[in-house]
């Protein structure tokens, strides 16, 4: 199994925190509104076929917010700031939920920002249908509760909620949803103009849904799909809003047969 | 000493079971209001204005108001509606409005033009207190908590700046824009209205307040740590080259009065379903205080006063979970007979010290008729003595300290 290696590297005058592993080419794996997890176990097997970045977004985790990161927007244009740096212009991509929004905020700015893009549960489009669930007005108990869809079927559930959190990462997860919440609070977790600027894109793109979503219905998979050109869709059944951390060896197979 | 008189004016005509059965059963924000009658709307807001009315005639320097969104505990959604209604049928006493929670309005100068409109109105009897308003005033109106002190300060500073620069100017703050800040109505009181800030303590606050020489209303905060709080405003005044006194400093108390203890023991549990709401049920602490609403200062001495304020058995918000005779007992209300309640609030002004009471006479499930009792018993016997008690003790308040306060034209 793939070595990861955190590293802190600096951008735009800020820390970044980068978890790094595996080799082959680049793999930018964005992550969602809830934080920063590391290399979980389908970040290790996709870091068996390439060499995969995972930076905790600016004001995450241990990484810097520079004072101008305050919307969406403005973290796209940190990560194309970031890609120039790392050379990582590109590169293959991964965004899930939040992190997706924000890979297609990068596609939407420039056309050399990733060379194939997997969106995953994004978020970023209004459901016509449905609502993108208020994440801030629900305990981070409740949002748990709702990403899975059969926690019984998460293998590394222990792993990542068997025991209390440490007072120290019950403040980094307080930190983390304050960031979410400048991020994405008004318009609640999209860009009503973002559907229009995706026309842009050219590149392959993959859009990965879990069957049984309770945060942003399956409904904006159908919406990705039309705003991206040729972009196809795999919906995952029996499966809620994280597909790579409840059904993982799914998620590697649909990812690793795309990228 | 300034006397006012205060109530939420509460909304009580739904059940503990149906706050249960609402989304995260919380009595605000997502309590539905289809729970809601309006036509009992029509009777209460008339009722509460009666009840004011009614204050000024017992002999009340002041009438207090205040503003929750999306809750039956407190009719004032917009209160400068109610201001404007007691600023024409009152003759004498102040409008004091505590507060205005400034972070919630996208557009400042449209409350600067209802204030100042008020103002006029009542001839110069606007106290316009501003607030950060709860975490549920933010979440009511979409506003980023991360924001909220940010849009405070600089909605203040709009607002004065509105009242006392003559436009037309521009404003190009971090929060507002405004390309020609040019209202025509000013207010009467120059060069603007006073301003009294409420508030639980926060020692950002109040350093804010003590660097403006704006008085600061404790709302029911704990004795003991009100000096501390109290400490720290007086500190940030030393700064700025003034010694506060009591004209710096309201305290908010519940304060119940009927012919005899029994009695006012009996209607005083009225309260008991008035703040928080019928069934006493706390509310989730996403909705009170969302993440980035609070403060991450790590001063020493103010995570000290916030651990403070949160262990508060008693703490405001309707002094949560705690029991009735407790509440009693601690003296936090202070609820009995005439001279009951004239001896209790001695002890507590002799320790509190402040220049201006404000007297939470009745909250909700007490009724109309017990209210109306309480107000009369209140004019011949209550404040008549707490005059007294305020001069002895010499309770200066805002108005009687001289060049403390702006304004103060009067018709």
């Known amino acids: 199994m793939p070595n990861f290696t955190e590293e802190t590297i600096s951008v735009a005058g800020g820390n970044l925190q980068v978890y790094k592993g595996g080799s082959g080419d680049p793999l930018l794996v964005l992550h969602g509104a809830g934080g920063n997890a590391g290399p979980r176990r389908y970040a290790q097997a996709l870091a068996e076929k390439f060499t995969v970045y995972l930076p905790s977004h600016p004001g995450y985790g241990k990484s810097d917010r520079p004072g101008w990161v305050e919307t969406m927007q403005d973290l796209a244009c940190f990560y194309t700031w970031y890609q120039e740096q790392e050379g990582l212009e590109n590169a293959r991509a991964i965004g899930f939920s939040m992190g997706g929004w924000l890979a297609a905020e990068m596609l939407s700015m420039t056309g050399h920002a990733f060379r194939k893009v997997m969106l995953v549960g994004a978020a970023g489009i209004k459901p016509n249908d449905g609502e993108i669930t208020d994440i801030f007005i629900i305990s981070p108990q409740q949002v748990r509760e709702l990403v899975y869809h059969d926690p019984a079927q998460v293998p590394e559930w222990d792993e990542l909620f068997g025991s209390d959190p440490t007072p120290e990462q019950a403040q980094q997860a307080e930190g983390d949803r304050e960031m979410a919440i400048r991020l994405t609070w008004r318009p609640y977790m999209h860009n009503p103009r973002l559907p229009a600027k995706l026309g842009r894109v050219s590149i392959p793109t993959h859009i990965v849904w879990g069957e049984n979503d309770n945060l942003v219905p399956v409904e904006c998979a159908r919406l990705y799909q039309q705003a991206l050109a040729g972009s196809q869709v795999t919906v995952i059944p029996n499966c809620g809003h994280s597909p790579q951390i409840e059904k993982p060896d799914e998620f590697v197979q649909a990812a690793l047969a795309f990228l | ?411």
Not at chain 2, 33 to 52: I, K, Q, R, T, V
């Open chain 2, 1 to 411: 000493m300034f006397l006012m008189r205060f109530t939420e004016r509460a909304y009580v005509n739904y059940t503990e079971e149906d706050v249960r059965n609402s989304p995260n059963e919380a009595v605000r924000l997502t309590f539905s209001n289809s729970n809601f009658d309006p036509a009992e709307g029509h009777y209460l807001y008339n009722m509460y204005l009666d009840e004011y009315e009614y204050s000024e005639e017992v002999g009340f320097d002041g009438l207090m108001l205040n503003e929750h969104h999306n809750t039956p505990t407190c009719l004032g959604a917009t209160m400068n509606l109610e201001a404007a209604i007691l600023a024409r049928v009152t003759k004498k006493p102040k409008i004091v409005l505590l507060g205005n929670p400034l972070p919630i309005f996208d557009n400042p100068i449209r409350l600067a033009e209802e204030l100042a409109e008020i103002d006029m109105i009542s001839g110069g009897r606007l106290v316009s207190g501003f607030v950060r308003g709860t975490g549920v005033e933010s979440l009511a109106t979409n506003t980023n908590p991360l924001h909220n002190r940010a849009r405070f300060e600089e909605a203040h500073d709009l607002v004065i700046k509105t009242w006392t620069t003559p436009g037309p100017f521009r404003w190009e703050g971090d929060h507002y824009h405004f390309r020609v800040v040019n209202p025509f109505q000013t207010p009467l009181q120059k060069p603007h209205p006073p301003v009294w800030i409420p508030g639980t303590g926060s020692p950002e606050t109040l350093i804010w307040c003590a660097e403006r020489n704006y008085p600061y209303i404790f709302l029911e905060t704990d004795p003991q740590g009100t000096q501390d709080m109290k400490a720290i405003y007086a500190e940030a005044a030393r700064e700025h080259g003034y010694e506060p006194g009591p004209e710096n400093f309201g305290y908010l108390v519940r304060i119940h009065v009927q012919d005899t203890d029994e009695k006012a023991y009996d209607v005083g549990k009225g309260y008991m379903v008035g703040n928080i709401g019928v069934g006493r049920i706390p509310l989730p602490r996403d909705y009170a205080s969302p993440v980035g609403y609070g403060s991450r200062s790590d001063d020493p001495r103010f995570l000290r006063l916030r651990e403070q304020i949160r262990s508060d058995p008693f703490r405001v918000g309707g002094l949560d979970g705690a029991q009735y005779d407790s509440i009693l007992d601690s003296k936090r209300w202070i609820i009995g007979s005439p001279d009951t309640v004239i001896s209790q609030l001695r002890e507590v002004l002799s320790f509190m010290r402040p220049g201006i009471l404000a007297v939470w006479t009745n909250d909700g499930s007490i009724s109309h008729e017990d209210t109306m009792r309480c107000l009369e018993l209140m004019g011949q016997e209550v404040l008549p003595a707490l005059r007294e008690i305020g001069e002895e003790l010499e309770l200066t308040d805002p108005f009687q300290k001289e060049g403390v306060m702006p304004g103060l034209t009067a018709i």
